[in-house]
């Protein structure tokens, strides 16, 4: 299915079963060989296979890291050429080539997982991969539109890509010359792929990296719910639990523009994220509560540290995981838990120095508690009357200052409501079963982290939902866990009346919810009591089930224990009436099928433009371009990465909306990040007189000090720029909205 769905989004089949050959043999493969050496077979191929690919990425990872850094990158296939051929000629390494000691899961188990990773690929293969249509038409084969629009946050991932091909450490393409200050090991993993599969990094990043690494969270997903509870059952719960908010993608097809919370595709450093995250887990739960191989903490500590370069919300995760079972573990046995503070220590010593040598800085970043309610929008501005920019402000928020409690929690209720899902695993603590497992608080420990870090941390960009978006595979765990103990042993005909009560009580109370909203009303307690209506209906529906179920329990005592499986079936029951109502709404829009933007459009002449110029120039090159700032608007909103994105090259100046300096002055003046000057005040100065009065001066400066060796006039929607001309430069490529200079002077 995801090879056709593949295909359906314009690729090349032959291009797609090359690549998913690289994926299993180069990737899969010998991550696969390293797990059953460094710890053991899980018994199946499915299994091995996820916990493989996450641990190949890994491999792949420090391979890419040395052969780039010597500059031998089209060597870099010998990497896992290697590792195949040693386990395939070294007499002790054979053997891992086979399972030694299978252990074969059910079939139910297979059509179970196979069914709910179906509805993932397809919610993504026809939503978002439809949605956001990819670069390189014609370079690429591509059986799709030209487009003019790409979201600015792919078009800076890839540029990042291009950059992760040719240099280690790497340079911020946007500002040649710096170090790249960012969480940048995704990108490193679709260069690599890059490089092993020879197809353009456009069609790796919008096309072809997201397929595998889907499945792959999905399967490690699975392979945790299993260890965790010992049951077959649990595997095929959670990953059902994911796939309910993909299901939309059958109703609304082409219009869901994201999957559920899972996957977030403008963010593939969070795809990435989840898979080493989750793989991470399982080695940790391992290696601190089934006392494996020792082997096992290579693996899970190198996990570990790829994750903390891959999103700065992994680390705090598994530390609260690890924290809160040790913490368990201490009070319940009187003692230090000494595997538990090795774990912590090494997941504090990681964070720091990730923080130090790749994430750079905190990214705008502050504490502030329940700043997130600032994202609520309207209903916060008009309950509070605070209209002050996300990461500003005193440490506590201007309503809470002020103590308006009323609506602090009234808005605080609606976005834990909206997030209950993320929640209701906390049931794991009402079985005695459970809540004596270290590794049941090892769940909640993760959950706990980042609910704490989503209500305490305040981003310029609302980047704290990353948390959350982090904790959804231990969600699905938790709550596929505590569905297990409620149905074991129990017969069907038992349990068919609580489950299809519970799941039709929760399409009740979104229907409820629906039903008393309305536009926020006034402003003040006119706004509170207009938007508390649906926590309220939420609150009073909850609290009826409650009672009910009690009755219940007292009128039959063969369902006591069951209560387990009623919050989970609710939610679910929720969580699909919500993503069948977007669905429909999505279906019924008039909104374009592809994605689209008022500003910061670039046309064919400006694609033609950065193609050639891609084409002909050095890697390593330079370009001064004019396009920092998005185009169509009388202000500069510094978003622009045609050079450095679709060009694929370093750049003198262009978009800095995203670096940490500029993310250091959010909030001077009353602007946001995106809106601020450059901090690079000589660069900005320089680039205005290349491209208003390129005298010789102002070429040779360029050239001597910042290595400049092209210059990229863009004159689409009025943009003011003169081209350069005399000696020392001369005009290599030129269209009706574009200029390409070259600067041959010495």
């Known amino acids: 299915m995801a090879v056709f769905g593949a295909v359906h989004t314009g690729v090349p089949l032959a291009t797609v079963l090359g690549y998913d050959l690289y994926f299993v043999v180069g990737v899969v493969l010998p991550g696969l060989l390293l797990v059953r050496a460094f710890w053991r077979s899980t018994g199946n191929w499915v299994e091995d296979f996820a916990l493989g690919a996450a641990v190949g990425i890994v491999y792949q990872f420090a391979g890419w890291a040395g052969f780039t850094a010597l500059g031998i990158q089209p060597w870099l296939k010998l990497w896992p050429a290697a590792l195949l051929v040693a386990f395939a000629v070294v007499p002790k390494l054979r053997q891992y080539w086979r399972i030694a000691t299978p252990a ?334 270290p590794t049941a608080w090892f769940l909640l420990g993760t959950l706990a982290a980042a609910w704490a870090a989503f209500l305490l941390v305040d981003h310029p960009s609302s980047s704290e939902f990353y948390f959350l978006r982090g904790a959804v595979p231990f969600a699905a765990v938790a709550a596929a866990w505590m569905v297990t103990v409620a149905i074991r042993g129990r017969a069907v005909h038992h349990l068919a009346g609580p489950v299809v009560a519970s799941l039709l009580y929760g399409v009740l109370i979104f229907a409820a919810q629906q039903w008393v909203e309305e536009p926020v009303l006034g402003t003040g307690w006119t706004a509170v009591l207009s938007v508390a209506r649906g926590v309220v209906v939420f609150v009073v529906l909850a609290l009826l089930a409650w009672f009910c179920w009690h009755r219940v329990v007292a009128a039959r005592a063969d369902l006591a224990g069951v209560g387990l499986l009623v919050p989970v079936l609710v939610v679910m029951g929720m969580a699909f009436s919500s993503m069948v109502d977007q669905a429909r709404s999505s279906r019924e829009s008039t909104a374009p099928l592809v994605y689209s933007a008022k500003y910061g459009l670039y046309n064919a002449d400006e694609q033609e433009a950065a193609s050639w110029l891609q084409q002909h120039s050095a890697p390593d090159d330079v370009v001064a371009t004019n396009t920092a700032c998005l185009s169509q608007r009388r202000d500069c909103v510094a978003l622009g990465y045609l050079v450095s994105g679709l060009a694929g090259r370093r750049t003198l100046l262009e978009g800095w909306g995203y670096t940490q300096q500029v993310m250091s002055l959010h909030g001077i003046g009353g602007k946001g990040y995106m809106l601020q000057p450059s901090p690079w005040r000589d660069r900005w100065e320089l680039t205005t007189r290349l491209f208003s009065r390129p005298d010789p001066s102002a070429i040779r400066s360029a050239r001597d000090r910042y290595g400049v060796r092209w210059l990229f006039v863009d004159r689409v929607n009025g943009r003011p720029a003169t081209v350069a001309t005399g000696e020392g430069v001369e005009v290599a490529f030129r269209n009706r909205g574009v200029t390409v200079v070259r600067i041959t002077g010495n």
């Open 104 to 437: 074969p899961l059910p079939h139910v188990w297979s059509w179970g997982v196979a069914l709910s990773l179906a509805v993932m690929l397809f919610a993504v293969l026809t939503g978002p991969m439809l949605y956001h249509l990819a670069p390189g038409v014609a370079e690429n084969n591509l059986d799709q539109q030209f487009t003019p629009a790409y979201h600015q946050d792919m078009l800076f991932h890839l540029s990042m890509v291009h950059e992760l091909m040719r240099s280690v450490p790497p340079q911020l393409p946007q500002v040649a010359g710096l170090p790249l200050d960012y969480h940048w090991f995704a990108n490193a993993d679709m260069a690599a792929a890059a490089h092993l599969t020879g197809l353009s990094p456009e069609l790796v990043l919008f096309r072809l990296w997201p397929v595998p690494l889907t499945a792959v969270v999905v399967l490690l997903t699975a392979t945790l719910a299993r260890q965790v509870s010992r049951q077959w059952i649990a595997a095929v719960i959670a990953v059902a639990i994911l796939a309910v908010p993909a299901s939309g993608a059958l109703i609304g097809h082409r219009r869901l523009s994201v999957v559920g919370n899972l996957i977030y595709y403008p963010s593939p450093s969070q795809t990435f994220a989840l898979v080493v995250l989750t793989a991470a887990a399982v080695f940790f739960v391992e290696a601190l509560y089934r006392r494996g191989r020792p082997g096992v903490w290579v693996l899970a500590t190198a996990l570990a540290v790829v994750g903390g370069g891959a999103k700065p919300t992994v680390l705090p995760l598994l530390l609260g995981g690890a924290g809160l079972a040790g913490l368990y573990l201490a009070v319940r046995k009187r003692g230090v838990p000494a595997r538990s503070l090795l774990a912590c220590g090494f997941l504090l010593i990681a964070g720091v120095i990730a923080m130090l040598t790749v994430t750079g800085s905190t990214g705008g970043s502050g504490l502030r508690p329940l700043a997130v309610l600032r994202t609520m929008g309207t209903p916060y501005r008009a309950t509070t009357g605070d209209t002050s920019l996300a990461a500003t402000g005193d440490f506590l928020l201007r309503p809470i200052a002020e103590g308006r409690v009323s609506a602090v929690l009234v808005l605080l209720a609606v976005v834990l409501i909206g997030q209950v899902g993320l929640l209701v695993g906390a049931g794991l603590l009402a079985s005695r079963r459970t809540r004596t497992d």
